[in-house]
């Protein structure tokens, strides 16, 4: 089915947010998960090796789901450009988001 540029614009402005929201979901599941395990380590006083590999594991993820948040921040930048230049956005400002801190340029310099 073929989209009209206010449908396709509706579409990003409801899926984006949702995307990078389902993202930081996954970092704080994640993040209490590796903390429950060590926690659950200490309860039952088993040494420090046991379950390293499964930490080893969700640490990698978590590292993997802070860089997909990052690229979606990186996107959505992307994107309010696009909107500018297909005139369905002013200016390339979210008004529902904080105003960038400029961190995202720092991310983007040292990749």
């Known amino acids: 089915m073929a989209h009209t540029l206010d449908t396709a ?3 990003f402005v409801r ?13 704080a ?3 209490n998960l590796i903390a429950d ?3 659950s380590r200490l309860d039952i006083g088993v040494s420090s090796g046991t379950g390293q590999q499964a930490l080893l594991r969700m640490h990698k993820s978590l590292g993997e789901l802070i860089d ?17 230049e ?17 961190l995202l340029m720092q991310v983007d310099a040292a990749a």
């Open 9 to 11: 614009t509706a579409r």
């Open 15 to 27: 899926q984006l947010p949702e995307t990078e929201a389902a993202i930081d979901t996954a970092i």
């Open 29 to 31: 599941r994640v993040s």
């Open 37 to 39: 395990a060590v926690q």
């Open 68 to 84: 997909a948040s990052s690229e979606m921040a990186r996107a959505h930048r992307v994107m309010l450009q696009t909107a500018v």
């Open 86 to 102: 297909v005139g369905t956005l002013d200016h390339p400002d979210c008004p529902d988001v904080v105003k960038p801190s400029g």
